[in-house]
């Protein structure tokens, strides 16, 4: 069973940078690709980017392009989210999360329903 657990998250001024990490393990993990979803209060759940194992490609959402980047430490089995130029309407709790290993062309990896396993979350909190 694949486990994935977020960290790094906390309380940061408006403009300020913040990194988090999310650590996947398990007997046999393998994934296509890994995401950042983000749920603000009082908001659904939302993408915010991804990354593909295999080359390192990543898609990041409008409001996060030029902001905020993501990389991978595949011998770790790790995944980054480094934050910069934070707004306070970037305040939410972030998850991680991972498809499983098969490549569906049909797939977008931007929707919930495209990834099979969730950390429980790190909350990011942007002060103005």
């Known amino acids: 069973q694949v486990q994935l657990v977020e960290s790094g998250g906390g309380l940061v001024q408006a403009g300020g940078s913040l990194r988090l990490s999310c650590a996947a393990s398990g007997r046999t993990f393998s994934s296509y690709a890994m995401a950042w979803f983000r749920q603000g209060p009082g908001k659904e759940r939302e993408f915010v980017g991804r990354i593909t194992w295999s080359g390192g490609r990543t898609y990041y959402a409008d409001s996060v392009k030029a902001r905020f980047t993501i990389s991978s430490d595949r011998a770790k089995n790790t995944v980054y989210l480094q934050m910069n130029s934070l707004k306070p309407e970037d305040t939410a709790v972030y998850y991680c999360?991972?498809?499983?290993?098969?490549?569906?062309?049909?797939?977008?990896?931007?929707?919930?329903?495209?990834?099979?396993?969730w950390g429980q979350g790190t909350q990011v909190t942007v002060s103005s």
């Open positions: 999360a991972a498809t499983d290993i098969y490549y569906r062309p049909s797939y977008s990896y931007t929707q919930r329903r495209e990834y099979a396993s």
